[in-house]
């Protein structure tokens, strides 16, 4: 009978909250069967720390999305959202979905659904969703969570077989609890679907290399193919970066897998590197790029909000047209500074406004994640040169297409986000190296 009766509770519980959001169903059922998962096979206490991270990076994210409905005011808007981008991409994913219902929405709407700015297979997927579902503009949040979730626990598991489960671990640790993923993560802004597709591109790709058996093998390469065409309907930028990362990574790995492929490597790029830097057409592609980016830089600089300067002082006194004369000596000095920015912008003394102290502890985060990257690189490839290559390799393409073409702050912020899943997992041997070298022994997570 007390069985009978706490049944009872259960069902007309998830009788009301299936009622509210009929998607916080969805994502229980969904979410459930991969955490069970992830936790097979590990330690007692390693499971009990990922268990354990996982309700809590979770736990927090559902509040975070249930305090947005109840800060909501029906009097001022229909919902609330985190971010005016968020915001956007729900109300347009309403628009498309009433026309395929053959609803109205007036002549402006329609305009704003077929315009190119902020373009995206995602706000298609909300649509569909909420055709299904109905509209659920704080349930849609859950997708981001789910696909967050989803890509860490891909990463993790890639990492630990890797690098062991203290430097695994760790790189979850600092991966859940990052600032900037938490909020975007409770937002339906790409990031976090974003990231999962990047996930499952680097496991499949791993998974593609090493595997034997040629089934799994070609399941993981049509698992990579689906992720690499999601990530070109999401964001077509970030393709660019995997693919490139990736091949970077690839090649030199290859490279370095005996000595006389390197000798040859290395004299092909001694004979021909000179003479392809030197034919006209490259050179000229490069300095277009550079131009580009520029002037993009220049853009981002006269946006509202907090920016930083890359160019010499004239280009930002005559005018758009002035990226377009840029000597050669001026281009690899805008380079070098673009880069330096990417790892130090925002620096703690130019923070001049209350929000911005906000981004002070982040940052302060991110300047520790890269220094201990660093130190951990070499002790990551002696334990799994493939998959540290790898992430380096996007690392390093994230640098050189993200960096060039910012001026602001948030913009930077919120693109170099993009290779913090890449970095953690570094930082993480990192970590581990350090305890390594200053302990007599490292207990390892696991039991």
């Known amino acids: 009978m007390r069985l009978a009766g706490w049944a009872v509770v259960l069902g007309a519980a998830l009788g009301v909250v299936y009622t509210v959001s009929p998607l916080a169903i969805a994502f229980a059922l969904v979410m459930a069967p991969p955490c069970w998962i992830a936790t097979r096979g590990l330690g007692v ?38 971010f005016p981008d968020a915001q956007f991409v729900v109300a347009r994913s309403w628009w498309i979905r009433n026309l395929w219902l053959g609803l109205p929405i007036g002549p402006f709407y329609t305009d704003w659904v077929y315009r190119p700015y902020g373009e995206s297979s995602f706000t298609y997927i909300l649509a569909f969703i909420q ?19 989803a890509g860490s626990l891909l990463m993790f598991h890639l990492a630990r077989r890797s690098y062991g489960p ?12 990052w600032p900037t ?31 034997r058996r ?52 290395l004299l092909a790029l001694v004979a021909g590197g000179p003479r392809l830097v030197g034919q006209i057409d490259v050179r000229n592609r490069v300095a ?27 280009f930002y006194m005559q005018g758009k047209e002035a990226p377009f004369t840029m000597s ?73 297409v993200i960096a060039p073409n910012n001026g602001n702050i948030g913009t930077l912020v ?10 953690v997992w570094l930082a993480g041997a990192g970590l581990c190296s350090v305890v390594a070298r200053t302990a007599p022994a490292v207990r390892e997570v696991d039991d």
């Not at 990031?191 to 499949?204: D, N």
């Not at 502890?361 to 540290?388: E, K, M, N």
């Open 45 to 82: 206490r390693e499971r009990r720390w990922v268990a354990a991270a996982l309700v809590t990076a979770v736990g927090a994210r559902v509040l975070a999305i249930a305090a947005l409905l109840v800060m909501t005011n029906p009097l001022r808007e229909q919902f609330l959202a985190p």
């Open 214 to 265: 040629w089934t799994v093998r070609m399941r993981a390469i049509a698992a990579a193919g689906v992720a690499l065409y999601a990530l070109a309907t999401l964001r077509a930028g970030v393709l660019v970066i995997v693919v490139m990362g990736l091949a970077i990574g690839m090649t030199i790995r290859l490279a370095t897998l005996r000595w006389w492929i390197a000798a040859v490597a």
């Open 414 to 423: 919120r693109h170099r986000d993009m290779v913090v899943p890449a970095l």
């Open 131 to 149: 055709t299904v579902f109905g509209l659920a503009p704080y349930g849609v949040n859950l997708i981001s969570v789910g696909c967050f979730i």
């Open 328 to 400: 050669f000596d001026e281009g690899i000095r805008f380079l070098f500074r673009s880069a330096a920015a990417f790892v130090l912008v925002p620096l703690p003394w130019q923070i001049d406004s209350i929000s911005g102290l906000a981004e002070l502890p982040q940052q302060l985060l991110w300047y520790l994640t890269i220094a201990c990257a660093v130190i951990g690189l070499g002790w990551a490839l002696r334990h799994d040169a493939l998959v540290t290559l790898m992430l380096a390799g996007y690392t390093l393409t994230g640098l050189m």
């Open 181 to 211: 993923f938490f909020a975007w993560s409770v937002s339906v802004l790409r990031e976090s679907t974003q990231f999962f597709f990047v996930a499952l591109v680097l496991v499949s790709t791993v998974v593609a290399v090493r595997e």
């Open 166 to 177: 203290a430097a695994a671990v760790t790189g979850l640790l600092l991966l859940l609890a």
């Open 288 to 314: 277009s790029e550079v131009q580009l980016a520029a002037s993009r830089h220049l853009g981002h600089v006269n946006m509202p909000g907090g920016t930083f300067k890359l160019l010499d002082k004239r």
